[in-house]
């Protein structure tokens, strides 16, 4: 079976006076897959989201939703559903007359429409708010509303833009979950905006990392996380350390780099092909760091250091180990003992050559 | 001293001027509408109102002048408050100033402007007769037309302000929400714009109708002697007829009338639903 590409993206390009916004935008989404828009602030998400939905216009290139080219079609011909930052419900309209808002102007019959605002309203767990106007419901509550409000349309492409953005941390993951839920359930192609790389690894099927109106990467969950394709999306899906080195020696085990802190670092075989002396940059990242208070070994990927800082997340802590012109940050889980460690003691911080990413340095 | 006591307290300076001289008069004329001409009380100055049609007529037609007075300004005041919502702030304080400029002139000026403009010899008359539209020079003045014409441009900034208040507070994307779930330009206003502006027509509504009503340099200068309304037969009686007490009575008659039909309005309109969607 050939797959079926709900929406595509060709060339997309969006000016705003002079200040290139979205450049040379390529992107096919499969039907029912979900797919993550991540980036920092400004980086073009809203604006790229937009087009897709019909209040922008592309300055350049070609949108597709279902095969059909898009350009210039207003949103209201689309049939799209859309779930905005603000949540955007009528207020002068109950939460049953918000959800069959759409389905009025479809012309759907009274019975059927009261049986689909009925069902759509168990679908996202909130059967008893019908009569209520939205000021009368919780952020939460009014976000599940706005999901209905868009889902009961049956639309060929749901857009979600930042829809966990305005609520409590505690909030945003059960409305994450019940997200991911929902999709199982009925399977509607998404396109979901976030600057929040937990929410983008843990929904989507792939995730398209944007920066500064560039895509960086396309990939899967999996491929953003261990094999990023340049220094933006490494660092922007997680923190990490970064130290900067030389090559001094490749063999069929993988690589050998000596930073300019004088550490020796051993990595596992690269994506990338690299040669000898090239000056390059290494990553680690602190959850893939084990601390000890003796050595394990005394070749590669070892650093002895002092404990500093270390603040108490709950989990885990996360301290900082300075060692020489390096400063480690490690994320030590709760169940390790060494999170008990005082600040000032010396500590040895190990990592596995797998766990290493190396990067040529000349870029950016 | 609580801090509800002291903010009390600051009202005070305008307490005082408005018992001064607002309310001490207004009693003072209650009381001579129910005098006769040797001060005993009658209600003869009421009833006169009720017996001589000619006063009815007169009360209807400012009620209707007044009507047509909010339909005008209400339609060209709409698109207006439209442009300055999804305006920039500074555009908005562009056309806010314009809107607001004529008045820095006086009413009777700029009366006297549409005068020029308005009548047979005018610059409406003169263009239509010159381009072969009509024979006649049109009536524009001293007709009920004249009157709600200077009314408008009497009265139009405050439903501007009032429409334009209200859209300020709607949320942009409540019709991108509506366009994104099938509604086209004309339905969105329709169902999302023009109900959540109800709080500003019903402002602007009453605010111009009140005026309208009360209004009377406009309506003597524009209306001329054919066109008399409640305020003009008040003052005629007051100042030429000498004639205190029915004047008084005229004028009572004119706020009761005005004060029952923005209550009955208003009470039509805030249901149920607008309040629990309206109140803050
Ligand atoms: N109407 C507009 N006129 C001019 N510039 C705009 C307009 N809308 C957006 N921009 C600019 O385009 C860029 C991308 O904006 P966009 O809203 O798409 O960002 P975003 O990725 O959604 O960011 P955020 O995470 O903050 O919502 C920004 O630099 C913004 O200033
Ligand atoms: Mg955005």
Redesign the interface.
Known sequence: MSKVIDVELRGIIKKFQNNVVVQDFNLQVEQGEFIAFLGPSGCGKTTTLNMI???LDPDGGDLLIKGQRMNGV?????????V?Q?Y?????MTVAENIA??LK??KVGKQEMQERVKRVLELVKLPNVADR?PKQLSGGQRQRIAIA?ALV?EPSLLLLDEPLSNLDAKLREELRDELKRLHQEIGVTTIFVTHDQEEALALSDRIVVLNHGFVEQIGTPLEIYNQPASEFVHTFIGKTNRMEGEVIAIDADGIKVRTTGGLLIQAAKQAREFSLQQKVIVFVRPEKIKLSDTGVHTGANQVEGHLQLASFLGSYTECEVVAGKHTLSVKVQMSDKSAEREAGTTVYCNWDAEDVLIMPAERG | MNKRLSITLLTAPAMIVLLGVFILPMLLMLMLSFQDDNQAFTLKNYALFIQDSFYLEILWRTIRVSLWTVLATLLLGFPVAMYMAQASGKMRGIVTMFILAPHLISVVIRNFGWVVVLGEKGWINETLMKLGLIEQPLRLLYNELGVVIGLTDSFIAYMVLALATSMYAIDPSLSKAASILGASRARTFFTVTLPLTLPGIIAGTTLVFSLSMSAFVTPALMGGTSVKVMPVIAYEQIMATLNWPLGAALAFLLLGSTILLVTLYTKLIETKRYKEVFAS
């Open positions: 939905a019909g209040f207003p949103p209201y011909k689309r049939e799209l559903g859309m905005f603000t955007s419900l009528f207020p002068h808002y759409g102007l479809r106007y409000r349309i």
